[in-house]
Structures are given as C-alpha cells and as structure tokens.
T-cell receptor
C-alpha cells in the first residue's frame, strides 16, 4: 500500500536556527514527490516537485532533496514568516492517469523571533 | 481572477439542507480535483475529473455529488450531510498527462454541518 509519513509532527525553532523536515514514502514506482506550504485556514501553496533520487531544488531559505525512500525539506536560517504546516505528497506511477496524490499528515513549523 | 478560486469560503448547513460548492480555475488546466481536509488527518482525495470525465471516485458517500460542466469549473453538490462531514474542502487543478503534474489548490471552503 502506498504511504507517506512525515516527521516530526511539530517543530519549534528560534529565528535563525536551521533544521530539516522529513518525508518517508513507500510507493509502487514514484512519479513525483511534492512539497506544499499551508497557512491556517488557507489552501496548500506549491513549493517544489522532485522526480528522481538525487534531485535537489531551492527557493529562498528552503531546499528540498530526494532519495529512493525519503525527502528532506531543509530550512536555513528560518524567519517567523516561515511558520506554517509543510505537506509532502507523492504520485505513484500507477496513478499517473488520474493524478492521484497521497499526502502525509504534515509538519507544523513554528519559528519564534 | 487568477489561480484557483472557490466559493463560498465558509458554509454552515443543517443536516437536511442542500448546498453546492463551486470551484473555478484560471490556469488553462484540464484536470480538476476535490479533496477533504479534516482536523489531524492528511488530505483525502475525493474525486478527479480529466477533460470533464470523472476518472476517480475514492469511495465517497453518495451524499456528495460532483459535477464538471467544463475544464474550468467544478461543483460539489451536498445533501443530507452528517456532522462528521464538517471539514475544509479543497479544489485543485493540474495538467492531465504531464509526468507528475503539479496540482494547484484553491483557498478552500470551510464547511460546518450542524
């Protein structure tokens, strides 16, 4: 069964304190892995798509990496405005016709000034 | 309007009411999705439409009835809902057929069933 697990469930950082969020997955052939950011009461905002092991993508203070079993979202010198819930999702090769995404439960990040 | 829009943003309804949620995408995509987000649970896919054809129904109860009249509009018709159906309902769109096509989400409709 395709599955996505994110850890930790919640993370508190001081401003400037770098850390990483983990997304572990088991899927029957990875079509793509997606990272989203979600603020309270809003829809998920797209951050990155990763397609193959070894791939990396960066955007401002965020960097996403991918291996055959997991993905990391590295946050360098975070600011309070980075506080949000970060969601990881995978698309399995068998679901490419429907585009079905399987989501993890998310990591809620709080960055204190 | 840009991106994916949803109306209404908030909805309170009784168990015997009938209401509809509306979604519109301005991205030129041809696939649209409904998701349910309940507290402390991962996003759950409900329905998928590609080129107006339903391609996925994730065992959703019949009290939820989707409609996709064209590639830009998606509706979710609601009737005789239960209190456990209270959740954030999210619409998304993407390009069909693109390898790992990225889904873009709307702001959601916060539904409360009394």
């Amino acid at each position: 069964e395709d599955q996505v697990t994110q850890s930790p469930e919640a993370l508190r950082l001081q401003e400037g304190e770098s850390s990483s969020l983990n997304c572990s997955y088991t899927v029957s052939g990875l079509r793509g892995l997606f990272w989203y950011r979600q603020d309270p009461g809003k829809g998920p905002e797209f951050l990155f798509t990763l397609y193959s092991a070894g791939e990396e993508k960066e955007k401002e203070r965020l960097k996403a990496t991918l291996t055959k079993k997991e993905s990391f979202l590295h946050i360098t010198a975070p600011k309070p405005e980075d506080s949000a819930t970060y969601l990881c999702a995978v698309q399995a090769a068998g679901s490419s016709n429907t585009g079905k995404l399987i989501f993890g439960q998310g990591t809620t990040l709080q960055v204190k000034p | 309007e840009t991106g994916v829009t949803q109306t209404p943003r908030h909805l309170v309804m009784g168990m015997t009411n009938k209401k509809s949620l509306k979604c519109e995408q301005h991205l030129g995509h041809n696939a649209m999705y409904w998701y349910k987000q309940s507290a402390k649970k991962p996003l759950e896919l409900m329905f998928v439409y590609n080129f107006k054809e339903q391609t996925e129904n994730n065992s959703v109860p019949s009290r939820f009835s989707p409609e996709c009249p064209n590639s830009s509009h998606l509706f979710l018709h609601l009737h005789t809902l239960q209190p456990e159906d209270s959740a954030l309902y999210l619409c998304a769109s993407s390009q069909k057929g693109a390898s790992g096509g990225t889904q873009y989400f709307g702001p959601g409709t916060r539904l409360t069933v009394l």
